[in-house]
């Protein structure tokens, strides 16, 4: 999960540092840093005192990847996506596919979810939730079949 702060208001100039990239984008330094390092995005050029300097592309990338990650892809599947968006050659039918992959594997937790929720219902109900000591709930989790 990404650590999103608030975006601000105020434009700061291009190139920008760091911290105002992180302001910008609503991402920490330390995820920018994390992207660079994995290569995710481009690294960002130097100035003269070894500060980085993002550009509007930069910013582009960090908010397209921190979007990305809000919806639930995992960053190899941003990395994908980012090839795609930097390719204006691209097949948009590359897009919905994966897309739709995405879905697919969210439907199918969301299934596990409503499963777990379900048994947990099911484990709570068997409860008497008094001062007894017996539990089937703690007998349920502790059974080996589990």
Known sequence: MVV???PQAATPRLPMNISQA???????SKTIRYYESI???QPAG????GYRNYGEQHLRELRFVAHSRDMGFTLEE?????????DTSRRSADVKALTREKIND??????????????LMALS??????????CPILDNLASPDQ
């Open 39 to 41: 290569g995710l995005i």
């Open 125 to 134: 109900a068997c409860c008497h939730g008094d001062e007894r000591p017996d």
């Open 22 to 28: 992180a302001q910008k984008t609503g991402l920490t």
């Open 106 to 119: 969210i439907n199918h937790k969301i299934r596990a979810l409503e499963t777990m929720r379900d048994s």
């Open 78 to 86: 941003c990395r994908e996506l980012l090839g795609l968006y930097r």
């Open 4 to 6: 999103r702060m608030t």
């Open 46 to 49: 130097r100035q003269a005192n």
